[in-house]
């Protein structure tokens, strides 16, 4: 392994005033002076916190990085930065992705440190920390934490987000009980973890590992097991191995393997969110991906997984049913074999060597699909000059083409409101309009978007509606939900214009969101619309309404996209 040309030779390697400085403060922790012999230092970024459940774990498996680290002969060092836990985080989780990238891209082109072991978990902080180190592009390894063990209640399985979604509706139609439904929260999150469907953690993790950044076979393993573990040190290893290889970020991060993330999702009838945080990637990477090529890619692949919340299996069944690596072996002649993972192989010869479906209940086969096309597809309009995206296999075959008269709500909470009014003006067949909770206009873009349903229509029975709003939704959500709409409300964009009564079409398989009303109406109603007065903001609030991108584009901040690089010309002392 060549050391002399480690970047962390123009910190450790100095022989004057700041050598001495770099090393002597270091050995303040007591580490023996071998640490500064050039083998390759190896930064873990840490997104552990106890605000964050779903990484609450994630000092543990640092440690099990670092065994691999020492082992193969490189200099550990772990950091935190910030963390972002869905459940807890207000207004929205979304709304900091974009500062953890901040975060994670300056610690590490400041320290030194060669390459990279990204600790991840909960939503956002995969991502989040893939877009920084992208930013800085030195060899990049994603270790997740993994996801809980399943759920359980009465005997039933029960999976993260989707269980509350329904018992919340449950107890709304008068079908559940306050004390059932109080008991199902500890039964719900019993171990370490990230949410166990396939969520938008699940799918990000599963993501990560299709586009090559973490090693085959290690996105599903539940938290708890020891496999989990015994991964990352096998991680800790490999990381020194790549700083030798020279193998960043860039080499594994192509566009040939954003595809292969793409398929992958479609066939894992992955979280909606995993679109923009794809975008996002790119954007940092230089990568031509837009929107449309998502749905492109996805038309063709097979929906495999039968995981929840649009299936019916957990995190934990998938595992053992052979993971992602026994998914994409069911697709090798849809995935580009010019891409590589951090193993330094192609993703194809890694998928096809080892991996086999071991329950076809879990994971179908190719010749038994869920359905065809069924991933996250992208519908344009009037409605949304720019896209809008919904989760096929979520939505309900009596919806999947409709036609509907709009019921308008200007922001989240005087829609949760009303749906407890008995009075509420709604039918099954009418489309729920949400506006002003996009990137800007909320301000992050809150998971939202799926509203539950109105309270009076819950008693009646109704189970899904078409609701189209500029939020996300989470990933565990299900239902004929259109997200995403581009331009958002707040910048102005058609779902401003909508007015309660408009007539609304919606068609997903012509992937169209029509907004009946003339171009003449629309135009002076557009004479007519005011922006709503910017709220008072100071701080990251106000950097972020001001910089960031439509959906369309990723969310990422204007002067974010793109990278800097590793280099740092100026010295600190
Ligand atoms: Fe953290 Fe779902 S809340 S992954
Ligand atoms: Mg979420």
Redesign the pocket.
């Known amino acids: 392994m060549s050391t002399d040309g480690n970047r962390s030779r123009q910190w450790f390697g100095e022989t004057g005033r700041s050598g001495f400085i770099h090393r002597s403060w270091m050995r303040s922790q007591g580490f023996t002076e071998e640490v500064f012999d050039g083998r390759p230092v190896i930064g873990i970024s840490n997104t552990f916190s106890e605000f ?3 990484n609450a774990h994630l000092r543990q498996v640092a440690e099990a990085v670092k065994r691999g680290v020492w082992q193969a002969g490189g200099f550990p060092v772990e950091f935190p930065v910030m963390s972002l ?3 807890l985080l207000r207004p929205t989780a979304m709304l900091f992705r974009n500062l953890l990238s901040m975060d994670v891209e300056e610690s590490l082109r400041g320290n030194p440190v060669d390459a990279t072991v990204l600790l991840t ?3 956002k902080t995969t991502p989040g920390s893939i877009m920084g180190a992208a930013s800085v592009d030195l060899p990049t390894l994603v270790v997740t934490g993994g996801p809980m063990l399943n759920g359980k209640f009465r005997g039933c399985d029960i999976g ?2 989707t269980a509350v979604w329904q018992f919340t509706q449950d107890v709304n139609a008068g079908r559940m009980s306050h004390a059932d439904y109080t008991a199902a929260e500890a039964g719900m999150s019993r171990s370490n973890g ?2 166990m469907t396939m ?3 699940s799918t990000m993790a599963c993501l990560t590992e299709a586009m090559g950044l973490a090693l085959p076979g290690s996105a599903a393993i539940p938290a708890v097991d020891s496999r989990r573990y015994a991964t990352a040190q096998r991680a800790g290893q490999r990381i020194v191995e790549m700083v030798g290889e020279d193998l960043r970020i860039s080499r594994v991060v192509t566009g040939a393997a954003l595809r292969n993330a793409v398929i992958a999702n479609a066939a894992l009838g992955g979280s909606t969110n995993a679109v923009i945080h794809l975008l996002a990637i790119a954007g940092r990477l230089g990568l031509p991906l837009r929107l449309e090529d998502l749905d492109a890619w996805s038309r063709e692949v097979p929906w495999l997984a039968d995981l929840q919340p649009s299936g019916r299996f957990l995190m934990e069944d998938f595992y053992y049913a052979g993971g992602l690596p026994a998914v994409l072996a069911e697709l090798t002649d849809l995935l580009d074999d010019r891409a590589i993972t951090v193993t330094g192989d192609s993703l194809l010869s890694t998928v096809t060597s080892a991996a086999r479906v071991a329950d076809t209940e879990v994971i179908r086969t190719r010749e038994k699909p869920l359905g065809l096309g069924a991933g996250t597809a992208v519908l344009h309009g009037n409605l949304a000059p720019d896209g809008a995206v919904v989760k096929q296999s979520a939505v309900s075959a009596r919806l999947a083409r409709h036609r509907g008269r709009a019921r308008v709500f200007t922001s989240i909470e005087e829609y949760d409101s009303a749906a407890e009014d008995p009075e509420l003006d709604v039918d099954a067949d009418t489309v729920l309009v949400l506006q002003n909770a996009g990137p800007r206009g909320y301000p992050g873009m809150p998971e939202v978007g799926n509203l539950t349903i109105p309270r009076k229509l819950a008693e009646q029975g109704v189970e899904d509606m078409v609701r189209i709003s500029d939020a996300r939704m989470s990933g ?1 959500a299900y239902g004929t939900v259109v997200l995403h709409v581009c331009p958002e409300a707040a910048v102005g964009g058609p779902l401003a214009l909508v007015r309660t009564g408009d007539w609304i079409e919606l068609d997903v398989e012509a992937r169209r969101l029509h907004l009946d009303v003339t171009d003449e109406e629309l135009a002076r109603r557009r004479d007519e619309w005011e922006p709503a007065p910017a709220r008072e903001q100071r701080g990251w609030a106000q950097l972020y309404t001001d910089h960031v991108l439509q959906a369309d584009q990723g969310c990422d901040l204007d002067f974010l996209v793109g990278a800097s690089g590793s280099t740092v010309a100026r010295q600190s002392h």
């Open positions: 964050t459940p779903c836990g869905e459940t978990g909960c939503d993260s987000g990230h949410c969520g938008t953690a565990t």
